[in-house]
Protein backbone atom coordinates (compact mmCIF):
# COMPACT_ATOMS: atom_id res chain seq x y z
CA UNK A 1 0.00 0.00 0.00
CA UNK A 2 2.75 2.56 1.01
CA UNK A 3 4.00 1.86 -2.76
CA UNK A 4 0.70 2.32 -4.27
CA UNK A 5 0.43 5.41 -2.08
CA UNK A 6 3.54 6.95 -3.32
CA UNK A 7 2.85 6.61 -7.42
CA UNK A 8 -0.72 7.87 -6.42
CA UNK A 9 0.57 11.29 -4.63
CA UNK A 10 1.03 13.80 -7.06
CA UNK A 11 4.21 15.57 -7.76
CA UNK A 12 4.75 18.92 -6.24
CA UNK A 13 5.00 22.00 -8.51
CA UNK A 14 7.48 24.65 -8.03
CA UNK A 15 7.07 27.75 -6.26
CA UNK A 16 9.79 29.85 -8.70
CA UNK A 17 8.22 30.96 -12.10
CA UNK A 18 10.61 32.25 -14.65
CA UNK A 19 9.11 34.21 -17.81
CA UNK A 20 10.92 35.19 -20.47
CA UNK A 21 9.21 39.09 -19.42
CA UNK A 22 9.00 39.44 -15.61
CA UNK A 23 5.79 40.06 -14.04
CA UNK A 24 3.99 43.35 -13.01
CA UNK A 25 2.07 43.78 -9.83
CA UNK A 26 -0.22 45.65 -8.17
CA UNK A 27 -0.27 44.27 -5.00
CA UNK A 28 -3.10 46.70 -3.77
CA UNK A 29 -5.29 45.31 -6.25
CA UNK A 30 -3.80 41.38 -5.76
CA UNK A 31 -3.41 42.26 -9.39
CA UNK A 32 -0.30 40.24 -11.58
CA UNK A 33 -0.04 41.32 -15.09
CA UNK A 34 1.58 38.62 -17.28
CA UNK A 35 2.79 40.71 -20.75
CA UNK A 36 3.60 37.23 -22.08
CA UNK A 37 1.76 35.65 -25.26
CA UNK A 38 0.35 32.28 -24.31
CA UNK A 39 1.46 29.33 -25.85
CA UNK A 40 -0.79 26.50 -26.49
CA UNK A 41 0.80 22.91 -26.55
CA UNK A 42 -1.87 21.66 -28.50
CA UNK A 43 -5.38 22.67 -29.31
CA UNK A 44 -6.62 19.47 -27.45
CA UNK A 45 -4.52 21.06 -24.36
CA UNK A 46 -6.36 24.20 -24.18
CA UNK A 47 -8.09 23.99 -20.81
CA UNK A 48 -4.44 22.45 -19.21
CA UNK A 49 -2.62 25.23 -21.11
CA UNK A 50 -4.90 27.79 -19.33
CA UNK A 51 -4.81 26.66 -15.98
CA UNK A 52 -1.01 26.03 -16.02
CA UNK A 53 -0.91 29.90 -16.85
CA UNK A 54 -3.15 31.02 -14.21
CA UNK A 55 -1.58 28.91 -11.41
CA UNK A 56 1.67 30.53 -12.49
CA UNK A 57 0.45 34.15 -12.13
CA UNK A 58 -1.03 33.47 -8.90
CA UNK A 59 2.39 31.36 -7.16
CA UNK A 60 4.13 35.03 -8.82
CA UNK A 61 1.98 36.95 -7.25
CA UNK A 62 2.15 34.69 -3.66
CA UNK A 63 5.79 35.19 -3.96
CA UNK A 64 5.86 39.12 -4.72
CA UNK A 65 3.02 39.53 -1.58
CA UNK A 66 4.74 37.15 0.57
CA UNK A 67 8.21 39.03 -0.02
CA UNK A 68 7.79 42.97 0.07
CA UNK A 69 4.74 42.76 1.88
CA UNK A 70 4.59 43.39 5.80
CA UNK A 71 3.20 40.77 7.87
CA UNK A 72 1.76 40.70 11.23
CA UNK A 73 0.74 38.55 13.78
CA UNK A 74 -2.76 40.09 15.95
CA UNK A 75 -5.40 38.95 17.90
CA UNK A 76 -7.55 38.55 14.74
CA UNK A 77 -4.73 36.28 13.36
CA UNK A 78 -1.99 37.05 10.76
CA UNK A 79 -2.55 40.02 8.86
CA UNK A 80 -0.74 40.82 5.77
CA UNK A 81 -0.60 45.06 4.39
CA UNK A 82 -0.98 45.59 1.38
CA UNK A 83 0.61 49.02 -0.35
CA UNK A 84 -1.60 51.22 -1.83
CA UNK A 85 -3.57 50.62 -5.27
CA UNK A 86 -1.08 52.07 -8.38
CA UNK A 87 -3.45 51.37 -10.98
CA UNK A 88 -6.48 53.88 -11.50
CA UNK A 89 -9.97 51.93 -12.17
CA UNK A 90 -12.58 54.05 -13.50
CA UNK A 91 -15.21 55.00 -10.95
CA UNK A 92 -18.23 53.08 -9.80
CA UNK A 93 -20.56 52.32 -7.27
CA UNK A 94 -19.72 49.91 -4.81
CA UNK A 95 -21.80 46.58 -5.02
CA UNK A 96 -22.08 44.68 -1.49
CA UNK A 97 -20.89 41.43 -3.70
CA UNK A 98 -17.82 43.04 -4.08
CA UNK A 99 -17.13 43.05 -0.27
CA UNK A 100 -15.97 39.48 -0.59
CA UNK A 101 -12.49 40.75 -2.39
CA UNK A 102 -12.55 44.34 0.35
CA UNK A 103 -11.85 41.50 3.66
CA UNK A 104 -8.63 40.93 2.45
CA UNK A 105 -7.49 44.60 2.76
CA UNK A 106 -7.12 44.27 6.47
CA UNK A 107 -9.27 46.16 9.41
CA UNK A 108 -10.10 49.17 7.53
CA UNK A 109 -12.12 46.90 5.24
CA UNK A 110 -14.36 45.70 7.66
CA UNK A 111 -14.91 48.88 9.72
CA UNK A 112 -16.13 50.29 6.01
CA UNK A 113 -18.02 47.02 5.32
CA UNK A 114 -19.87 47.28 8.87
CA UNK A 115 -20.86 50.96 8.64
CA UNK A 116 -22.44 50.21 5.19
CA UNK A 117 -24.26 47.16 6.12
CA UNK A 118 -25.63 48.30 9.59
CA UNK A 119 -26.86 52.00 8.44
CA UNK A 120 -30.24 52.21 7.70
CA UNK A 121 -31.89 52.60 4.35
CA UNK A 122 -33.28 56.55 3.90
CA UNK A 123 -36.43 56.83 4.05
CA UNK A 124 -38.51 56.92 0.84
CA UNK A 125 -38.98 60.08 -0.93
CA UNK A 126 -41.79 61.75 -0.16
CA UNK A 127 -43.99 62.10 -3.95
CA UNK A 128 -44.27 65.76 -5.30
CA UNK A 129 -47.87 67.07 -6.31
CA UNK A 130 -47.62 66.28 -9.61
CA UNK A 131 -46.49 62.81 -9.16
CA UNK A 132 -49.59 62.44 -6.84
CA UNK A 133 -51.47 63.93 -9.77
CA UNK A 134 -49.44 61.33 -12.69
CA UNK A 135 -49.99 58.13 -10.09
CA UNK A 136 -53.79 58.92 -9.50
CA UNK A 137 -54.65 59.79 -13.92
CA UNK A 138 -52.32 56.93 -14.30
CA UNK A 139 -50.05 59.41 -16.75
CA UNK A 140 -47.06 57.75 -17.71
CA UNK A 141 -43.15 59.17 -18.41
CA UNK A 142 -43.18 60.35 -22.12
CA UNK A 143 -40.58 58.40 -24.66
CA UNK A 144 -37.87 59.19 -26.29
CA UNK A 145 -39.85 60.16 -29.27
CA UNK A 146 -42.18 62.08 -27.33
CA UNK A 147 -39.82 64.10 -25.41
CA UNK A 148 -38.60 65.46 -28.60
CA UNK A 149 -39.40 68.99 -29.42
CA UNK A 150 -41.02 68.59 -32.58
CA UNK A 151 -44.57 68.67 -33.91
CA UNK A 152 -45.69 68.38 -37.59
CA UNK A 153 -47.34 71.81 -38.65
CA UNK A 154 -50.32 71.04 -41.50
CA UNK A 155 -50.54 74.46 -42.95
CA UNK A 156 -46.28 74.52 -43.34
CA UNK A 157 -45.94 70.72 -44.36
CA UNK A 158 -43.10 70.19 -42.18
CA UNK A 159 -42.01 69.79 -38.27
CA UNK A 160 -41.33 72.80 -36.80
CA UNK A 161 -40.25 73.39 -32.73
CA UNK A 162 -43.41 72.88 -30.24
CA UNK A 163 -41.95 75.89 -28.47
CA UNK A 164 -39.04 78.30 -28.71
CA UNK A 165 -38.08 79.89 -31.61
CA UNK A 166 -40.17 79.68 -34.23
CA UNK A 167 -42.25 77.83 -32.17
CA UNK A 168 -45.67 76.48 -32.91
CA UNK A 169 -46.76 78.12 -29.99
CA UNK A 170 -46.23 81.08 -31.56
CA UNK A 171 -48.53 79.96 -34.21
CA UNK A 172 -50.78 83.32 -35.68
CA UNK A 173 -49.03 86.35 -33.43
CA UNK A 174 -47.15 87.24 -36.77
CA UNK A 175 -49.89 86.89 -38.73
CA UNK A 176 -51.19 90.63 -40.77
CA UNK A 177 -54.58 89.62 -40.90
CA UNK A 178 -56.70 88.61 -37.92
CA UNK A 179 -60.62 88.03 -37.68
CA UNK A 180 -61.90 90.32 -35.10
CA UNK A 181 -65.44 89.09 -33.22
CA UNK A 182 -67.00 92.59 -32.81
CA UNK A 183 -68.74 91.50 -29.18
CA UNK A 184 -65.07 91.07 -27.56
CA UNK A 185 -63.72 93.87 -29.54
CA UNK A 186 -66.79 95.99 -27.60
CA UNK A 187 -65.09 93.85 -24.31
CA UNK A 188 -61.82 94.71 -25.02
CA UNK A 189 -59.79 96.57 -22.36
CA UNK A 190 -58.32 99.80 -23.52
CA UNK A 191 -55.07 99.86 -25.10
CA UNK A 192 -55.19 96.38 -26.26
CA UNK A 193 -54.86 94.88 -29.58
CA UNK A 194 -56.12 91.87 -30.82
CA UNK A 195 -52.44 91.07 -32.53
CA UNK A 196 -50.77 90.95 -29.08
CA UNK A 197 -53.32 88.54 -27.83
CA UNK A 198 -51.64 85.58 -28.48
CA UNK A 199 -48.61 86.58 -26.86
CA UNK A 200 -50.06 88.25 -23.65
CA UNK A 201 -51.88 84.93 -22.70
CA UNK A 202 -49.19 82.91 -23.57
CA UNK A 203 -46.78 85.17 -21.00
CA UNK A 204 -49.59 84.68 -18.80
CA UNK A 205 -49.64 80.99 -18.96
CA UNK A 206 -46.16 81.31 -18.43
CA UNK A 207 -46.78 83.17 -15.35
CA UNK A 208 -49.25 80.98 -14.16
CA UNK A 209 -47.13 77.67 -14.70
CA UNK A 210 -44.06 79.59 -12.39
CA UNK A 211 -45.98 80.34 -9.82
CA UNK A 212 -47.88 77.18 -9.72
CA UNK A 213 -44.08 75.50 -9.67
CA UNK A 214 -42.84 77.30 -6.92
CA UNK A 215 -46.14 76.63 -4.76
CA UNK A 216 -45.46 72.86 -5.49
CA UNK A 217 -41.86 72.98 -4.30
CA UNK A 218 -43.13 74.92 -1.10
CA UNK A 219 -45.05 71.82 -0.18
CA UNK A 220 -42.97 69.22 -1.18
CA UNK A 221 -40.31 71.06 1.33
CA UNK A 222 -42.63 71.22 4.08
CA UNK A 223 -43.36 67.74 3.91
CA UNK A 224 -40.25 66.40 3.30
CA UNK A 225 -39.09 68.44 6.07
CA UNK A 226 -42.14 67.29 8.08
CA UNK A 227 -41.54 63.67 8.04
CA UNK A 228 -38.41 63.97 8.68
Not at 129 to 134: D, I, S
Request: with cysteine; aromatic share 6%.
Amino acid sequence: MTDSAAVSKPSKLPVTVNKPTPYTFDLGLLLAEDPNPLLLSSPANLEADLAATARDGAQALLNQLLSTCPIAATPNGVLLSLPEISTRLPREKVRFSSFSSFRNRGILAQSIENVLLNSPLPPPQAMTTWQKFAQKKGIKAKTAEQKKNLVYDEDKGEWVPKWGYKGNNKKGEDAWIVEVDPKKEMERKEGTERQNDGRRERKLKMVRNERLQRKNERNHRKNHVGKK
